[in-house]
């Protein structure tokens, strides 16, 4: 990285101005040197002029009338009525509905995870029945499940393997 900067502190400034990067406090202080410092409105100008040039390629849109109307109310602080038809809205609800049920029925499966359906089954019982667990292998899925159906170990325990 360089600590040089490649243009000037006024032509940045200038440039800030233009594209009205400024505060308020800094635009009121550029604006009274640009009425003292022609150099700085050439400078200005210069910025204009090049931002300018970066719109050519843009063909111009004419506004819809309800567009003008709305933008022209909002500048001008009158609050207009959204009119807004029937149209395809009543569409909305049910068409929402069938697509998060085809999401529903295509990712379900998905959600819920392998089947588990162990050849190998172990019921562990303690000798009060306090704690019981059920265990289960099933070697196509390489899964091995612990299930604790009831109690809890005593107070100041764990449980523990081994």
Not at 39 to 61: K, M, P, Q, S, Y
Request: glycine share 8%; with cysteine; net charge negative.
């Amino acid at each position: 990285m360089s600590d040089q900067q490649d243009i000037s502190e006024d032509e940045a400034l200038a440039a800030e101005y233009v594209l009205r990067l400024l505060d308020a406090d800094a635009e009121r202080a550029f604006e009274l040197r640009l009425q003292a410092e022609p150099d700085l409105r050439a400078r200005v100008h210069f910025w204009e002029g090049g931002f300018a040039a970066l719109t050519n390629d843009i063909r111009e849109e004419v506004p819809s009338p309800s567009v003008k109307a709305k933008l022209v109310a909002e500048v001008s602080g009158e609050k207009t009525s959204s009119r807004r038809g029937w149209g395809w809205s009543w569409l909305a609800f049910p068409a929402l509905t069938a697509v998060a049920l085809a999401a529903f029925l295509a990712f379900g499966p998905m959600l819920r995870g392998p089947a588990f359906d162990p050849t190998l089954h172990a019921t562990l019982i303690s000798e009060d029945g306090a704690i019981h667990i059920e265990a289960g292998y099933a070697p196509d899925g390489n899964l091995f499940k612990v299930i604790p159906e009831q109690g809890a170990p005593a107070a100041g325990r764990v449980l523990s393997c081994g």
